[in-house]
């Protein structure tokens, strides 16, 4: 027996049919003959399995302007470096979101936006996207990694990130979340000694 699993991705609403797969060969096999030797007969193969018929449903006239991600679920988490609950002035730590869908297309994952305040700079690295196959689902992945740099001190809030996703189960909008983190920035002793002359 053999199972082949595909992922299929509908590119517009409507009717879709999915054309059933088709087997072609030979079949050999052994025949008994009474008073004779078993002799070897040729079977040609030729199997066609049924075509399926699909409705592929429109984006909602509710959904707009927002990336569509359908999916059976998404997770969002977030990783701050060291799990940092402080940081200093000018030094940089590494913050890396991780979004995943279960039975979407790596295509369809949207690019995570930040809503930084203006004493916080951003360097971004290259998102790194991906798909994998977990206990027989296709998973998409994306991984978004950047530094902070904070450029004074006090208390800083790390905004609330949001994903909105239309889930195939429910048929509902949903979001997946990381919520708001708050940081505590300190002054950069060795900068404020070095910027006042002995």
Known sequence: KITRRFAITANQSGQLTIQGPRLTGELYKTVSQTGYRPRTVRQVL????????????A????????????????M??????NNATTMTVGQPITRTFTLI????????????TFNYPDAVRIYP???????FIHQGTAFAQRISSHAIIAEQP???VLPEVTIPWW??????????????????????DRALEEAIPT
């Open 46 to 57: 030729d199997i066609q399995a049924q075509a399926i018929n699909l409705t592929v449903k």
């Open 59 to 74: 984006k909602p006239a509710s959904v707009t302007g927002q990336a569509w991600l359908v999916s059976d679920e998404v």
């Open 76 to 81: 969002l988490s977030e990783e701050l470096q």
């Open 101 to 112: 869908a279960a039975n979407s297309s790596e295509k369809s994952l949207p690019t995570i």
């Open 125 to 131: 690295d290259k998102d790194e996207v991906s798909g």
């Open 154 to 156: 006090g208390e800083l």
């Open 167 to 188: 889930n195939s189960q429910t048929d509902q909008l949903e979001y997946a979340k990381v919520p708001e983190r708050k940081i505590m920035v300190v002054a950069n």
